[in-house]
């Protein structure tokens, strides 16, 4: 699984690259190609790393670190994952993607007793809403998309901003707002994800509204090719939904 995963992540990449305005030198090709074709985490870091030191100057830095920072997400390894997003955030400073990524991930590496809770939080909300100001004026990374595959790219990662408020209303304990989030991030998005629809239930029931998480479920149940570990949390949620409402 992880290694397929990747491998999407290469094809995408050799898509960036190729619709950058200015080629690579040679070596800088060589180096990125290395970056691209790697099949592990460890490769495709170390390939990362060795791409931003050898060339510090290089307009494809920010991608370099991107490549690692997604490949460690991907892993689970979100601490580093965080590490690599800043660094993309300092060699691109309007990197949509990268603020997205982490205002998501630290909404979700937050807990309720940090002492610095809201500041790790307000940090997040900023990195989201700074990012998804910058989507829609956002020019086409690559000729060969159409404009509708553009618009549509541009939709996930607006619902992408809505869910990662959604995160940080929720680690608030603003479960209606969470829920108004997640719901955003579903109508949003050319595809809604899944695992959306079960985080905009969760907070429906902590919210006090059982019935609309269980409609969600249900929605998200009916879906075809559902995952098996997401449709085991939908039903888990889905039980703890209906005995919120028998409850009452």
Do not use: C
């Amino acid at each position: 699984m992880k290694t397929n995963v990747i491998a999407g992540m290469a094809l995408l990449a050799m898509s960036v690259v190729s619709a950058q305005p200015k080629p690579p030198a040679p070596e800088e090709l060589k180096a990125l190609q290395e970056i691209v074709n790697s099949t592990t985490v460890e490769a495709r870091v170390t390939a990362s790393d060795n791409f931003v030191k050898n060339f510090p100057k290089s307009e494809y830095r920010s991608f370099a670190l991107t490549m690692a920072a997604e490949a460690y997400e991907m892993s689970g390894n979100v601490t580093k994952a965080i590490i690599y997003y800043q660094q993309v955030l300092e060699a691109s400073p309007k990197d949509y993607n990268a603020m997205l990524m982490l205002a998501a991930e630290t909404a979700r590496t937050t807990r309720e007793f940090d002492l610095d809770k809201e500041e790790k939080l307000a940090k997040a909300e900023k990195f989201a809403k700074d990012g998804m100001a910058l989507v829609p004026a956002a020019p086409k990374p690559n000729p060969q998309l159409t404009d509708a595959q553009w618009e549509d790219l541009k939709k996930d990662d607006l619902a992408r901003g809505h869910e990662a408020l959604g995160m940080i209303a929720l680690a608030r304990k603003k479960y209606d707002a969470a829920a108004g989030e997640f719901k955003t991030a579903t109508e949003t998005a050319s595809q809604p994800q899944p695992s959306t629809f079960v985080r905009m239930a969760g907070s429906y029931t902590d919210g006090g509204k059982p019935d609309l998480a269980i409609a969600a479920l249900d929605k998200v149940l009916a879906m075809p090719n559902l995952p098996d570990q997401i449709k085991q949390v939908a039903q888990s949620e889905k039980a703890r939904a209906e005995k919120a409402k028998t409850s009452k």
